[in-house]
């Protein structure tokens, strides 16, 4: 367990499959920057054990022990991780996404070799962008045609912190 300020940051387990299933399955939850492929708590289950390697998951739960939200990082090269993020609807503009970011940015600077964290956001997402940049990320530039959905091309902001500019 990962313990930020208003959140914890709890490896995903197997405890977590039917959080996943239910919200996975809800289009606002995943967002437009993401594919939207309803799952089975089945598929999870099988899915688990061919997870890419380098990549930490992590289900984001309040202190009380609420499932709020998850947040991976993925090993991009030696030195960089990208990180992406999802909150629950109804627990959004809360805090928690952003105690998130940070207490991930922190445990992956002490605890990795990483330099540089990486992250993309939808230009029409602003609480997204807000996020990164309460947690110190730096906006990098706009990248066009950035996610492929579906057959069509969605642009995103880029941001990144590196391991000096972390808060």
Known sequence: MIRGDKVDLKPFGLDDLEFLR??????????????????TEEWLREWLPRAKPGRR???????????????????????????GYRVVPHRRNMGYCTDAV???????FAETRAERLTAEAS?????????LEKAGFVGKGYKERAVELEGRWLDGYVYELRRDQAL
């Open 57 to 83: 998951w992590f289900i984001i739960q309040t202190k009380g022990g609420e499932k709020v939200g998850q947040i991976v990082a993925t090993e991009k090269n030696g030195d960089t991780v990208q990180v």
């Open 123 to 131: 230009p029409r997402n602003t609480a997204s962008w807000r996020v």
């Open 102 to 108: 940070i207490t991930l940015a922190r445990y992956l």
């Open 22 to 39: 239910r919200w996975n399955n809800d289009p606002e939850y995943v967002g437009e920057f993401e594919p939207f492929e309803p799952v």
